[in-house]
Structure formats: C-alpha cells, structure tokens
C-alpha cells in the first residue's frame, strides 16, 4: 500500500489521500471488500480498478487507486458530513 496527500482546491482543512494498492484473493473476497467500502461512513472514491486471474485460476490480482478524504489533524471525513455540507 502507498499514499500520499494533496490539497483539495478552495479548502483549507481538507487533502485528499490518494492510496494505491494491489492484493491478491478471491472474487468473493474482492465483493467482499468492495461491500464493505461501499458502506462504510467514510467517504471513498474508487479512482480505479483492475483484477486479472493469477495461474492457478481460483485467485485474482487486484490493484485499486481509492481517494479518501481527510480534515486537518487526520479525522477522516464522514459520508453524512460530506453530504450535508453540499446543502
């Protein structure tokens, strides 16, 4: 897993974490994960995705790029904040 921080334009508590990493598992453990971030409370975005068989054909390797994003200080960003601050 790598990451790093960039700032977000017009805000001067938020960055955004870009963070790529590349894992290998099942499908089922793929739609898990994806489950999982999908109703999480914090806001993540799946810049991309990319999941090819390995040889043995029960497995994948996946590569994901997710931006998240966080407040000064580190506090994740929550989905309902996020939402509410657009109203």
């Given at each position: 897993i790598s990451y790093?921080?960039?700032?977000?334009e017009g805000s001067d508590?938020?960055?955004k974490v870009i963070i790529t990493s590349s894992y290998q598992g099942t499908y089922a453990d793929l739609m898990q994960?994806?489950?999982?971030?999908?109703?999480?409370?914090?806001?993540?975005i799946i810049e991309s995705l990319a999941a090819a068989p390995e040889q043995n054909?029960?497995?994948?390797?996946?590569t994901m790029k997710?931006?998240?994003?966080?407040?000064?200080?580190?506090?994740?960003?929550?989905?309902?904040a996020a939402a509410g601050a657009g109203q």
């Amino acid at each position: 897993i790598s990451y790093g921080f960039e700032p977000v334009e017009g805000s001067d508590s938020l960055s955004k974490v870009i963070i790529t990493s590349s894992y290998q598992g099942t499908y089922a453990d793929l739609m898990q994960f994806l489950n999982l971030l999908d109703h999480s409370s914090r806001l993540l975005i799946i810049e991309s995705l990319a999941a090819a068989p390995e040889q043995n054909g029960n497995t994948l390797s996946v590569t994901m790029k997710m931006t998240c994003f966080v407040r000064e200080g580190g506090a994740p960003v929550e989905v309902a904040a996020a939402a509410g601050a657009g109203q």
